[in-house]
């Protein structure tokens, strides 16, 4: 089984960054974030493949975030530009043990334990 650890997460303004940080215990073909606003389901955010360098975004966030994974460390990363109050919510770090990204939750077999970010004024 692999871990997901999470990091990064805080308070910022509008039309600030962060960047989210997730160290996975081992490999993992695939890695992505998903987020969950309050009362809202969990979606998709961004994934990367472990192969091929392949990366996904949901339509809201892309040109805005970007994700990235090295390898070597087992580390996946989200820097997160021109946030909004809508970007508010726990992000979750997820693996999943396949080459192609996927956006269905249920896909995903192992899950971190989510960082909180908070885009307030």
């Known amino acids: 089984q692999v871990q997901l650890v999470e990091s990064g997460g805080g308070l910022v303004q509008p039309g600030g960054s962060l960047r989210l940080s997730c160290a996975a215990s081992g490999r993992a073909f695939t890695l992505a974030w998903f987020r969950q606003a309050p009362g809202n389901e969990r979606e998709f955010v961004a994934g990367?493949?472990?192969?091929?360098?392949?990366?996904l975004y949901a339509d809201s966030v892309k040109g805005r975030f970007t994700i990235s994974r090295d390898n070597a460390k087992n580390t996946v990363s989200l820097q997160m530009n021109s946030l909004n109050l809508e970007d508010t919510a726990v992000y979750y770090c997820a693996a999943r043990w396949a080459r192609t990204i996927s956006k269905i939750l249920s896909d995903y077999t192992n899950w971190g334990q989510g960082t909180q970010v908070t885009v307030s004024s």
């Open positions: 990367a493949s472990g192969i091929g360098g392949t990366t």
